[in-house]
């Protein structure tokens, strides 16, 4: 698929067959995952990955995350501070991890949306409860992906109010 008409089909899937993501996919998604680019390429993230669906149903708590049952895999993107060059960056490094992970995703057929876990508390609490992660690690994002069980048209999003050229 081309790059461009990747990032303009692209949509959130929240609904997944029982078809598994297979180890091949598994792995370009965390490839191109950690090809992103990040500040003085400190490279500062984890990828928690779980396809055991009794690890899974534990996040169905979180809060309108009922739909994660059905997802056959699951990488939660974390973030290490100490690893930064330059500190206060790695919530960017790992976004554009996050989002590398969700293109690849959709140029694979399979459908995966963010769950949103940084900077909630609460929600970083539970994921660190559930997947034993130490403190030095922040959990930073959800991904739950798989085989999609519904297909969503593209938005065209484009707003020229939003572009400001040369100045405001
Ligand atoms: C930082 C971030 C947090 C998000 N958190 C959630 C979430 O907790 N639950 C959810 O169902 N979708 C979540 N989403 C997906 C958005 O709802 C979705 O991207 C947005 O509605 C646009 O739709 P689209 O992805 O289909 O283009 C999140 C997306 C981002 C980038």
Known sequence: METIQNIMTRRSIRNWTDEPV?????????EAAMNAPSAADARPWHFVTM????????????GGTEMLEQSTL??????????EMYPGFWPQDCSCAAQNMQL?????????????IHPLEEREKTCRAI????????????????????KL???????AERVH????
Not at 104 to 116: E, F, K, N, R
Not at 153 to 159: I, V, W
Not at 165 to 168: A, D, L, P
């Open 51 to 62: 396809d055991d669906p009794e690890v899974i149903k534990q996040f169905t708590n979180l």
């Open 153 to 159: 048209d593209p938005e065209y999003r484009f707003d």
């Open 22 to 30: 297979t180890e091949e996919q598994r792995k370009i998604m965390l």
């Open 74 to 83: 699951m990488v939660l993107v974390c973030g290490e501070s100490a690893k």
């Open 165 to 168: 050229q040369n100045k405001w």
């Open 104 to 116: 690849a995703a959709h140029d694979l057929g399979l459908g995966c949306v963010w769950i949103a």
């Open 131 to 150: 997947l034993d992660i130490p403190e030095n690690i922040t959990p930073f994002a959800l991904l739950a992906m798989g085989a999609p069980n519904e």
